[in-house]
Structures are given as C-alpha cells and as structure tokens.
C-alpha cells in the first residue's frame, strides 16, 4: 500500500526548527567573551557553555534510535521542540550564568532528538530517488545555519544584547512546531523495544567521557597532561569497549551495530567524519587567527566566513539533485582533490596573506566539503534496510559529535604547540607581530595535519559506490 505524505510541508517544519537549532549553537560561541565579562566567570567556566552543549548531545544521540522506535514521530517532534523553546525562553530572560547553562543543556536535548528525527523522517517518507535533493536541502541547516549564527550572533551583540540571541531564535521555533503539529505525520511503527539500563549507561559514561574529555583539552588552558582530561577519555574509551561487547552480545541493542556490515555505509560514515574534522578545526583556528594573527575584528572575520558558508548551505539541495541523478562517485571524488588542495594553500597563510586570498581559500574549501558531505551520507543509508535507519542515523549523528569535540580539541593543541614552539626560538616573543606570526606558524601546522586527513579520505573516495536501491512502498506526491 503507497501511502502519499505532504513531504514539503513536512520538511519545512523540520527546516525551520532545525535551523534555528544549529544557529544558536554557534550564535552564542561569539558572545563568550561578552558574557564573561557580564557574569564576571572565568574562560573555563565560560567555556561550558560549549562543552555542556556538546556533551548533551554525546549523550542524548546514541539513544535517540531507541527513542524513534519507543515514541511516535509527532510525540518526538513535540518533546523536542519543548526542550527547544523551555530552553530558548530561559537563555532570553538568564539573568546569571547557571540560568544560561541550564537553557544550553534543553536546547541541546531538544537537537539531540530532532537531528536524528529529522534524517529518520526523510529517509521514510522520501523514495530513494528522491532523497538526494531531500538530504541537501538538510545540508543546506545544517552547514548555513551555524555560519549565519557568528555574524548574525556579532551584529545583535554591537546593537543590542547577547539576550537577543535568545528573543531572535524563539518565533521562529513556535512557528516551526505550528507547522509540525499541523502537517507532521507519524511515520515510523511505534516498536517498544526493550531498554537495557546497563546500555544506557555504558554509552553514556563512554560517549560522554570521550566528548567530555576532549572538549577540556580544547579549553586551551587545561592541555593533555591532565588529569581531568586523561583520566575521562580512558573511562571513556573502557565504557565504550564494554557497550560495543554487550550491543554485539543483545537480541535488541540499544545502537544495533549491523551497521558496519554494510560497506558504503562506512565509506560514507568516515568520510562525512573527516569532512566534520576539516570543518571543526578551520570554524575554530581560522577567526581565531583573522582575530589575533590578521588584528581584525570578530565581525568582519565572521562576515569573512560567511560567503563559503553560506555558499556550501546554498549549494547542498543542487549537489543533492546531481547526486539523484548521477550518483556520489563523481561528486565525491572532485570534492576530495578541491578540499586537499584548498587545504595545502592553507598552510601557505602568513600575517601578510590578503583578505581577499583568505575569502577565496575558504570558499573553495566549503564548496569541495558541500560534494563530499551529502552524497556519501545518502549513498551510505541509502544502503541500510529500513529497520536499521534509527540505528544508522543515530551512530552517524553521534559520532559526528564525538568527531567534533576530537577535531576542535586537536586543531587547538596543534596551534598552541606550533605557537609555542615558534616564540620559544623568537628573540621577541612579547612583541605583537611575533605573536601574530606564531598564530600563523600554529595555522600552517593546524592546516598540515588536515591535509594529511584529507588524502586519507582521497583514498577512500575511490572505494565509493553508488547504492542501487530496491523501489521501497513508500511513495512521495510531487
């Protein structure tokens, strides 16, 4: 029986709340400084309001396959926009740092349930043919969204108050659950597996360490010889060992690890890995060095990163279509050689590079990432039974997480390793320009190492092959 859903009114919905989610990700990143200065906090402690976030989601995501197959696709929409607007109203009226972080940990409850709602939905209601232009116009939130988020974030903070970060995001969401509760549908069987506690806990401790981990050692102050630091990726990690042994062991698995049996699934897992890695360390070392390398302003280097941003978000429904129409193969492999030689010039960056050269680099970056990223995670689920979609949507939204923390956590002890190193054999280490061009010395190295990723995941475009998929009983109006 083909059963017909109002697909767009659907996705709309899911856009809508799913931007305004990824966009307050970022906007309040650019206010850090601002608030510290406000709530009179340290750098640390600031600093959780990112880690707190992040690890929310580390969290919540390896689970989120449970929750799709325990509630129904409206009962999750629902809670998640809930956690979403509780904790946008309580950041617009936080009047001390514990209220903030508390509307932080809700809107990042209320991500780590629609992301993985939001890829579940599509690959149901979307016949495969049609997924590709479907998935980009995913990519289009999910990469514009955190770009708009600094600029937009930079110019309400000049003009207004970092509160209206919060007041700016929040209509947007009522109207997007407005949509939702109207057209959205209940999309998947309501299954009520079992849930095994000792799972739960397992990914928990182990996702949470390893994300915890590594976001404290990209605080920059804290470092890898921490105790902190050292002591949580191992209980991770052990967690982690422990929750793949019982996952592998269970009838009914919390994250059903089937998955890695499918071979495009991971080819198109660890390439959209590595194009997470690449995007996470330049979103990080790139305004930091414009900032102190280049002495700009946190504006113009966000308005800097905005067109190869904004240009990867608007090109990902296109890239979608030709993907529909051609496969993943002659998307991927080009975008692979643009990425690995956008990030060689990269490494070429001096204090006395033009803005200009900067602007082009980047653009040509994002395009490249923008033809990796969607066609190797459509191919990738397209080629999973639909049983197993929760499962494979949920270990690739949770791993791009854990990706994100690792990635941030090393481009930044990468720069402060190259920057040390270099005021360590300067005969002015104090002097600006000389830590203008230990910030750049940093970069080129942050930039090496990517690129060394990059042809990594050049080798591995080779292996990617287009998924035929068997006509599903699923069927979308035009």
Do not use: C
């Not at 905005?306 to 978000?313: E, V």
């Not at 279509?321 to 496969?327: A, I, P, S, Y």
């Not at 060689?344 to 803005?355: E, I, K, P, R």
């Amino acid at each position: 029986m083909k059963k017909q859903y109002n697909t767009k009114a659907i996705l709309a919905s899911l856009l809508i709340v799913g931007f305004v989610g990824m966009f307050s990700e970022t906007a309040l990143n650019i206010a850090i400084v601002n608030l510290m200065d406000v709530f009179q906090i340290s750098a640390a402690t600031a600093q959780w309001l990112t880690t707190g976030f992040l690890l929310t989601l580390g969290i919540l995501m390896p689970i989120s396959g449970l929750l799709l197959q325990m509630f129904t696709t409206r009962q999750m929409f629902v809670g998640a926009l809930i956690s979403l607007i509780t904790g946008t109203l309580i950041g617009a009226l936080a009047v001390n740092f514990e209220m903030l972080m508390v509307a932080r940990v809700l809107q990042a409850a209320g991500m780590a349930l629609l992301l993985p709602l939001m890829f579940n939905t599509i690959l149901v209601i979307y016949p495969p043919e049609k997924r590709g232009a479907a998935m980009g116009f995913v990519g289009l939130v999910i990469m514009f969204a955190p770009a708009t988020g600094p600029t937009i974030g930079g110019l309400l903070i000049e003009y207004l108050t970092w509160h209206y970060i919060f007041w700016f995001s929040l209509p947007f969401l009522i109207i997007g659950l407005l949509i939702g509760l109207k057209y959205l549908e209940n999309v998947t069987e309501v299954t009520k597996p079992r849930i095994d506690l000792f799972s739960v806990l397992l990914s928990t401790i182990g996702f949470g360490g390893v994300v915890f981990g590594f976001s404290k050692a990209g605080e920059g102050e804290v470092g890898w010889g921490s105790m902190v630091v050292i002591t949580s990726i191992i209980i991770g990690l052990i967690a982690l060992l422990f929750f793949v042994l019982r996952q592998n062991s269970m009838k009914e698995p919390l994250l059903n690890l089937r998955v890695f049996k499918f071979p495009m699934y991971v080819v198109g897992l660890l390439l959209v890995m590595m194009s997470m890695l690449i995007i996470m360390s330049s979103m990080i070392i790139l305004p930091m060095f414009l900032q102190t390398g280049a002495g700009l302003s946190v504006f113009i280097a966000g308005l800097m990163l905005l067109p190869g941003s904004a240009l990867n978000g608007l090109l990902s429904p296109f890239i979608g279509r030709l993907f529909d129409k051609f496969g993943p193969k002659w998307l991927v492999i080009p975008g692979l050689i643009l990425v690995t030689t956008m990030l060689w010039f990269f490494t070429t960056l001096t204090t006395a590079s033009s803005v200009a050269f900067i602007v082009a680099l980047h653009v040509g970056l994002m395009v490249g990432i923008a033809m990796i990223w969607m066609p190797s995670q459509t191919n990738g689920l397209n080629q999973l039974p639909p049983e197993l979609y929760p499962h494979g949507t949920a270990v690739m939204n949770t791993l791009q997480q854990v990706i994100g923390a690792v990635g941030t956590a090393v481009a930044v002890s990468i720069l402060t390793g190259g920057m040390d190193s270099y005021l360590h054999s300067s005969s002015a280490p104090t002097q600006p320009a000389e830590i203008a061009n230990a910030m750049a010395s940093g970069l080129q190295n942050v930039f090496l190492f990517t690129v060394g990723i990059a042809a990594i995941g050049l080798v591995m475009g080779f292996f990617i092959r287009r998924v035929v998929v068997q006509r599903e009983v699923i069927n979308s109006p035009h």
